[in-house]
Nanobody, 126 residues
Framework: VQLQASGGGSVQAGDSLRLSCAAS????????MGWFRQAPGEDREFVAT???????TYFGDSVKGRFTISSDNVKTLFLQMNSLKPEDTAVYYC?????????????????????WGQGTLVTVSS
């Protein structure tokens, strides 16, 4: 599957953005899907994940209550980001995992994912 993230931009603190991840090659119902982010000089950080059947979602502690993840289970993954903070500034990546994992421990690990999109930059100013 090929992934392409979009929807990033420059916003003010408190604003909202919705990121999209378009898939080609196969439909998303074959994959667990995740969002990660990477700020300059930092490791890639887990943001959110949704299991292949849409039954489970998990979020990183820093975004709980502000971000939601959803999928149309066909071609597009979404990340709705509300109440954005300057510390949310990063390049956001979508990723797909073809395993049978459904637990937070593996789905929050970037090494679990087999396919990655190219990233979209989100900049939040105070």
């Amino acid at each position: 599957v090929q992934l392409q993230a979009s929807g990033g931009g420059s916003v003010q603190a408190g604003d909202s953005l919705r990121l999209s991840c378009a898939a080609s090659g196969r439909t998303l119902d074959n994959y667990n899907m995740g969002w990660f982010r990477q700020a300059p000089g930092e490791d890639r950080e887990f943001v959110a994940t949704i299991t292949s059947n849409g039954g489970m979602t998990y979020f990183g502690d820093s975004v709980k209550g502000r971000f939601t993840i959803s999928s149309d289970n066909v071609k597009t993954l979404f990340l709705q980001m509300n109440s954005l903070k300057p510390e949310d500034t990063a390049v956001y990546y979508c990723a797909a995992d073809h395993s049978y994992c459904s637990r937070y421990a593996c789905l929050s690990n970037k090494d679990t994912y087999d396919y990655w999109g190219q990233g979209t930059l989100v900049t939040v100013s105070s």
